[in-house]
């Protein structure tokens, strides 16, 4: 907190800009992803915003994150996090992240949101750009009347879908919900992921419902989006690819709100 004089010239506590929270799991699904939950102080942010994040094992250092859970007053959040090729920091947070960890979450920012007068709603994810769009899902959820919906998530093999049981499980609760996962190749690779073989389950998507390709074959595939609101997340190169193929395609700018990692 900060403080700072207030109308009669007495020191008044300003508005707080950091809060904290404790790890309460730190669930690792590949060699490279692991799903954090934490609890601790409300964070004043809005579904599809992402936070400054600092912990323990590097306190000098921040990285930008989205929850996957909407705003709670009880402070729930969860990060999905993957380690960066050459990031020696998100190596760490998936590796080293341990329950008790304290994080300290500050600088809520971004537009990635669901216009609320929307009634046909594309969501496109780049690996754990799912995040954002999980929290969006969640928020709109509680809508009394929530917009039609495809997520379309994407990743290079068919194992890389780290959240598939959950979307699948998503789909049963939220009629209005269809998840089309999106995959570059079709197998797997022979090396093994212990993570992954470890936490297999029998629940997901079945390979015939599972488009080849990337998001950005996502507009040429299923568009012209002339009607909908486009929400894209996900590293960087493959937002700008697709974003550049939805404008081709016919989509409004207007219509889209993107984000890049």
Same mark, same amino acid.
């Given at each position: 907190?900060?403080?700072?004089?207030?109308?009669? +010239?007495?020191?008044?506590? +300003?508005?707080?800009? %950091?809060?904290?929270?404790?790890?309460? #799991?730190? @669930?690792?699904?590949?060699?490279?992803?692991?799903?954090?939950?934490?609890?601790?102080? =409300?964070?004043? =942010? *809005?579904?599809?915003?992402?936070?400054?994040?600092?912990?323990?094992? @590097?306190?000098?250092?921040?990285?930008?994150?989205?929850?996957?859970?909407?705003?709670?007053?009880?402070?729930?959040?969860? =990060?999905?996090?993957?380690?960066?090729?050459?990031?020696?920091?998100?190596?760490?947070?998936?590796? &080293?992240?341990?329950?008790?960890?304290?994080?300290?979450?500050?600088?809520? *920012?971004?537009?990635?949101?669901? &216009?609320?007068?929307?009634?046909?709603?594309?969501?496109?994810?780049?690996?754990?750009?799912?995040?954002?769009?999980?929290?969006?899902?969640?928020?709109? #959820?509680?809508?009394?009347?929530?917009?039609?919906?495809?997520?379309?998530? +994407?990743?290079?093999?068919?194992?890389?879908?780290?959240?598939?049981?959950?979307?699948?499980?998503?789909?049963? %609760?939220?009629?209005?919900?269809?998840?089309?996962?999106?995959?570059?190749?079709?197998?797997?690779? %022979?090396?093994? &992921?212990?993570?992954?073989?470890?936490?297999?389950?029998?629940?997901?998507?079945?390979?015939?419902?599972?488009?080849?390709?990337?998001?950005? &074959?996502?507009?040429?595939? =299923? #568009?012209?989006?002339?009607?909908?609101?486009?929400?894209?997340?996900?590293?960087?190169?493959?937002?700008?690819?697709?974003? %550049?193929?939805?404008?081709?395609?016919?989509?409004?700018?207007?219509?889209?709100?993107?984000?890049?990692?």
């Amino acid at each position: 907190m900060t403080l700072g004089p207030d109308e009669t +010239g007495a020191l008044a506590l +300003g508005p707080q800009t %950091e809060w904290t929270a404790t790890v309460v #799991g730190a @669930h690792r699904l590949r060699e490279d992803t692991t799903v954090v939950r934490l609890i601790g102080e =409300f964070v004043p =942010f *809005a579904a599809g915003q992402s936070v400054e994040v600092r912990t323990p094992q @590097h306190p000098s250092m921040v990285r930008r994150m989205y929850s996957a859970l909407p705003p709670s007053l009880d402070g729930k959040l969860e =990060f999905h996090v993957r380690t960066v090729p050459g990031g020696w920091c998100s190596g760490s947070m998936v590796s &080293d992240t341990r329950v008790g960890d304290e994080w300290r979450i500050s600088a809520p *920012a971004g537009w990635l949101a669901v &216009d609320p007068a929307a009634t046909d709603v594309v969501m496109i994810a780049d690996a754990v750009g799912l995040a954002p769009m999980r929290s969006l899902l969640l928020d709109i #959820g509680r809508r009394p009347e929530p917009p039609r919906t495809h997520l379309f998530v +994407g990743a290079r093999y068919p194992r890389d879908l780290y959240a598939a049981d959950m979307l699948y499980l998503l789909t049963g %609760e939220m009629p209005w919900l269809t998840v089309v996962p999106v995959v570059q190749d079709e197998y797997d690779p %022979e090396w093994p &992921d212990q993570w992954y073989e470890s936490c297999r389950v029998d629940i997901g998507f079945h390979p015939e419902e599972t488009f080849a390709g990337t998001i950005a &074959d996502i507009p040429s595939r =299923f #568009g012209p989006l002339t009607h909908h609101h486009v929400v894209v997340c996900g590293r960087i190169a493959a937002v700008q690819a697709t974003v %550049e193929h939805l404008v081709a395609t016919g989509t409004p700018a207007e219509a889209i709100r993107h984000e890049g990692f």
